[in-house]
């Protein structure tokens, strides 16, 4: 196995001194990595009690259904059910309502084709021909429409009273042209209680979210394989075993590389600190990458094209998203940010002993964080010492922090 791999560094380096243009190459090479997102709060999920119920009788196989569902997905996250005893957490589940249908309609389309003949005089052969006649024609189809609601709420509560509440609404609504391909009404209320299970699970236990990201090529061809079949250990030891080139634009390609490989691991590591000194190490990266070639957009961008399946989102946006959520998930309250346009910001104190403070919330702002990650990072909060005060508000909206997170402080103050 050593010898295969140090026969494989060779050849990668052999190919590093005669290879062609480094980029990422007209034809685009993309791959799979499962993201690992972190839990919106940081409460913990061991010994996890699950209480779904339904206030009409006609839904209590779903609220059972949903239970399952729920506890599955818990399980699937690392946490603990509580079989017996007192529970840790508890989450709570009202279903309200559930239900679908199927109806029909109709929809007028035209189209162009061939109406009739009439006889033209061909002039050239002295007679008449007869020659197609084309315009549009009105068309009815038939379409059919499958609807399903759920509603209901949710409720979390550890040992010092509510940590979380919300609603599981979810909807759903297709058409399918003369009902091919429609789904059975009782498959889209399965498929509306598993996303609403995964959604709920999601604000204790971490999930996991297949994203594609682009790989680059030229020296780093022999290396795909490994990235194809997730192998990023053996993948970054073998981009880490190529010189860093002379030219810092093609080096950026290298640097993006091990951004790349350093990120996917990350997601694979149970350690959260360990986790997160990865991802810090695939920021710095990423960073580098940027900074040494600026005219790469592929580094800040996102990417699709015709020959695409999904759409693949920038690089950078995904990085800022999962550090911020890493280091909230950690709760060592030091966010380090990549950005295109601004340098990285100095971290803000840490929440761990006194909890989060207004001047937290500020320094996120100021660092260039989106609402939705600041949100986030006061959600996981284990602790929050917001002063909700009128002048204190006032001094907030001046420092530049937003409506929907000052909105969102008032509301954990409440608790």
Not at 74 to 100: C, H, Q, Y
Not at 236 to 254: D, F, G, N, Q, T
Not at 300 to 323: E, Q
């Amino acid at each position: 196995m050593k010898r295969t791999f140090a026969l494989l560094c060779v050849l990668v380096l052999a190919s590093a001194s005669a290879h062609a243009r480094e980029g990422f190459g007209f034809k685009k090479k993309a791959v799979d990595i499962m993201k690992t997102i972190p839990p919106a709060l940081n409460t913990g999920a061991r010994r996890v009690k699950v209480d779904v119920s339904s206030q009409r009788g006609d839904d209590e196989d779903d609220a059972r259904t949903l239970s399952r569902y729920v506890s599955d997905a818990i399980l699937s996250g690392g946490g603990t059910l509580a079989e017996s005893g007192k529970p840790e957490i508890t989450l709570t589940v009202d279903v309200d309502r559930l239900d679908s249908h199927e109806s029909w309609e109709t929809k007028t389309e035209y189209e162009y084709r061939q109406t009739g003949t009439e006889q033209k005089w061909n002039e050239s052969k002295k007679k008449y021909e007869t020659k197609a006649v084309y315009g549009n024609v009105p068309v009815t189809k038939n379409i059919k429409v499958v609807e399903a609601t759920l509603a209901g709420s949710y409720d979390i509560r550890a040992k010092g009273g509510e940590v979380d509440s919300g609603s599981v609404d979810q909807n759903f609504k297709q058409k399918y042209d003369d009902g091919t391909g429609a789904p059975a009404p009782s498959s889209v209320e399965d498929d509306l209680l598993k996303h609403a299970a995964r959604a709920v699970a999601a604000r204790i236990v971490p999930t996991q979210e297949r994203v594609s990201v682009l790989i680059p090529r030229a020296s780093f061809e022999p290396l795909i394989p490994y990235a194809e079949s997730g192998d990023w250990k053996s993948y970054l030891a073998a981009v880490e075993a190529i010189p860093a080139m002379k030219s810092a634009k093609e080096e950026a390609y290298r640097q993006y590389a091990l951004a790349v490989a350093k990120e996917a691991l990350s997601y694979q590591i149970d350690d959260r600190e360990q986790a997160l000194e990865m991802l810090r190490a695939a920021v710095s990266h990423y960073k580098t990458a940027m900074s040494s070639n600026p005219g790469e957009e592929l580094f800040t961008k996102g990417y699709s094209s015709l020959f695409s399946v999904n759409t693949i989102a920038s690089p950078t946006v995904r990085a800022n998203d999962s550090l911020a959520r890493y280091t909230a998930w950690s709760g060592t309250g030091s966010v380090t940010r990549v950005a295109s346009t601004t340098p990285v910001a100095a971290p803000p104190p840490s929440t761990a002993k006194t909890g989060m403070r207004n001047q937290t919330v500020i320094d996120l702002a100021k660092a260039g964080l989106s609402d939705d990650n600041i949100i986030m990072a006061i959600d996981a909060a284990e602790r929050v010492d917001f002063d909700v005060s009128p002048n204190a508000l006032i001094a907030l909206s001046k420092e530049g922090v937003s409506k929907a997170v000052i909105a969102r402080m008032q509301q954990r103050a409440k608790r």
